[in-house]
């Protein structure tokens, strides 16, 4: 099993510019997770899907959108970057919401 | 609103050391769900240990140990004889259970983390 997988591992934008951070997991989890990671911030959750077909906001979600494509996939989508979004992403997924959490790779992006 | 506390940025201590990583949380609800992940210098997150908040007893992984105790709202995790291989970013969270409404059900708040060196 991969566990959580997520595309691309470096991203490097010009401010307005879009992109789509693309997450997967192959453990049949209900729920999955967007967070952001900033130095001395710890991780600040976006948006989150608890179930298939539903997504809600979370701490920090302006300027983004999600998409729950299917119970393995949830992308996360910036329509214009701007250099505030400069982070380290991180997709989680879980078997139900409030059970543990893991977590991918994460996703280094540069807004310039 | 939940909030998780970690007071210690940063930790410095010498191999075979015992080194203690503090956590306080504060939270209305009464079922609640307590995580300690670590992040190595790869930077990836590692599960480490989940608690539920009716479970008080304190737990023993090798050479990982966890102290909970709800009359202080704090879940500390200690590392006994420290190695190199321990130095990484130790984050603790929160998630409140399925009592708190629905409406933050399952998302974890954390700490800011404590950056643990360990040295040769």
């Known amino acids: 099993n991969a566990g959580v997988t997520q595309t691309p591992k470096f991203q490097v934008l010009k401010t307005g510019q879009s992109m789509t951070l693309q997450c997967a997991q192959d453990?049949?989890?209900?729920?999955m997770y967007w967070y952001r990671q900033d130095p001395g911030m710890g991780l600040r959750l976006i948006y989150y899907?608890?179930?298939?077909?539903?997504?809600d906001k979370g701490e920090v979600p302006n300027g983004y959108n999600v998409s729950r494509l299917n119970k393995r996939e949830f992308s996360l989508r910036l329509e214009s970057a701007a250099p505030s979004q400069t982070s380290v992403y991180f997709c989680?997924?879980?078997?139900?919401?409030?059970?543990?959490?893991?977590f991918g790779p994460g996703t280094r992006l540069t807004v310039l | 609103a939940q909030k998780v506390t970690q007071a210690q940025t940063e930790i410095s201590v010498v191999e075979k050391e015992d080194v203690t990583l503090d956590c306080v949380y504060e939270?209305?609800?009464?079922?609640?769900?307590l995580f300690w992940y670590k992040q190595p210098p790869s930077g990836e997150l590692v599960f480490l240990i989940r608690?539920?908040?009716?479970?008080?007893q304190n737990e023993i992984s090798g050479r990982y140990s966890w102290n909970f105790q709800k009359s202080t709202s704090s879940f500390n995790f200690t590392i006994t004889a420290s190695q190199v291989v321990d130095s990484a970013v130790y984050f603790c969270?929160?998630?409140?259970?399925?009592?708190?409404?629905?409406?933050?059900?399952?998302?974890?708040?954390f700490g800011q983390g404590t950056i643990l060196t360990v040295h040769p």
């Open positions: 989680a997924s879980s078997r139900l919401a409030g059970v543990t959490q893991y």
């Open positions: 453990m049949n989890h209900n729920s």
């Open positions: 899907s608890a179930s298939e077909g539903t997504t």
């Open positions: 939270t209305r609800d009464t079922t609640y769900y």
């Open positions: 608690r539920n908040s009716f479970d008080e």
């Open positions: 969270a929160l998630s409140e259970g399925d009592n708190a409404g629905g409406t933050s059900y399952g998302k974890l708040t």
